[in-house]
């Protein structure tokens, strides 16, 4: 009966995948050797699908990082201008990828990702003495400590719980750490807008 049931829930997770692949026209995904990430005109499935209830078309996006060059993103912009969504969009598409699914996209290129680190969203442990920035900068040190060069690190609004000089200098020290030590690959959205003088400075 174990073995049975085994059986059928991969049968259901297999056939539930493909269905959704052939429904939405989702891609088969190429995976290759290096750390490329190439995804062409990428939607995010969940919300698309939100979307679509309300007869609004989802956008789709490019995330485009080659392989020895441009694996740090720095994505600016006002609220509610997509940035989470896109960061989010990035790391649920690894993740179909890696785990054998199709994905909703035009065409997509990846390498290998052995983790997949994720700091989005606000959250505090008050019980246990931890606000909302101090969260923040405990997931934050856990990433930076973890993470190595196969790795996909998504950030949004690093630094933003103290003051703007502060946050300033965190999210900059946080962005060097992940080009010159992680040197992984790596989306970092900021209403920082300071932090765009790196791209003169980093060559990654």
Not at 147 to 154: D, K, T
Not at 164 to 176: L, P
Request: include cysteine; hydrophobic fraction near 45%.
């Amino acid at each position: 009966i174990v073995a049975a049931s085994r059986a059928l829930s991969e049968i259901d997770v297999v056939l539930a995948l493909a269905d959704k692949a052939q429904q939405e026209q989702w891609v088969r995904p190429d995976i290759v050797t290096g750390r490329a990430l190439d995804i062409q005109a990428g939607r995010h499935p969940v919300v698309e699908a939100a979307l679509r209830r309300s007869h609004v078309e989802y956008m789709p996006n490019d995330c485009v990082m080659q392989d020895g060059g441009g694996e740090l993103h720095l994505i600016t912009g006002p609220n509610m201008g997509g940035k989470s969504t896109f960061l989010r969009q990035q790391a649920i598409l690894v993740i179909l990828a890696q785990m054998g699914s199709f994905i909703p996209a035009r065409s997509a290129r990846m390498g290998l990702v052995d983790k997949v680190f994720c700091r989005v969203g606000a959250a505090d442990d008050l019980a246990r003495g931890q606000s909302t920035f101090m969260v923040e900068m405990v997931e934050t040190a856990s990433i930076l400590n973890q993470a190595g060069p196969q790795s996909l690190v998504v950030l949004d609004e690093i630094g933003r719980g103290t003051a703007t000089y502060d946050g300033v200098s965190i999210a900059w020290a946080v962005a060097e750490h992940l080009h010159n030590h992680t040197q992984c690959r790596a989306l970092f959205a900021t209403h920082y807008h300071e932090l765009t003088a790196l791209a003169s400075s980093l060559p990654r």
